[in-house]
């Protein structure tokens, strides 16, 4: 079992930053993947990013990429999101997941475990 605690949210202004973060509990394995995802009002769930808890390769969405970085601190079982360059279309509840299996995915269905979200808004 794994349990993830997103944390980071809030309210910022279009063009600001914020740094969200996702701290994991329980049997969390060097063959571990974490990934953030998103859903806005009416909108399904998107894939944001994703890192390799192993050799910590990531992969991101490609219309996030240059803005948001995934990073991972082994010692505080711990995966960050920082979001740069914030835009009102980011807004959404960030949610953190986690799979087991080195490689990154992209696709909601492939994580077991879930946080329970993050609220982000980012007004104009």
């Known amino acids: 079992q794994v349990q993830l605690v997103e944390s980071g949210g809030g309210l910022e202004q279009a063009g600001g930053s914020l740094r969200l973060s996702c701290a994991a509990s329980?049997?969390?394995?060097?063959?571990?993947?974490v990934g953030w995802f998103r859903q806005a009002p009416g909108k399904e769930r998107e894939f944001v990013a994703a890192?390799?808890?192993?050799?910590?390769?990531?992969d991101y969405a490609d219309s996030l990429k240059g803005r948001f970085t995934i990073s991972r601190d082994n010692a505080k079982n711990t995966v960050y999101l920082q979001m740069d360059s914030l835009k009102p279309e980011d807004t959404a509840v960030y949610y953190c997941?986690?799979?087991?299996?080195?490689?990154?995915?992209?696709?909601?269905?492939?994580?077991?475990?879930w946080g329970q979200g993050t609220q982000v808004t980012v007004s104009s």
């Open positions: 890192v390799s808890w192993s050799d910590g390769s990531t």
């Open positions: 997941a986690a799979r087991g299996g080195r490689r990154t995915s992209n696709l909601a269905r492939m994580y077991g475990y």
């Open positions: 329980g049997s969390i394995a060097s063959s571990t993947t």
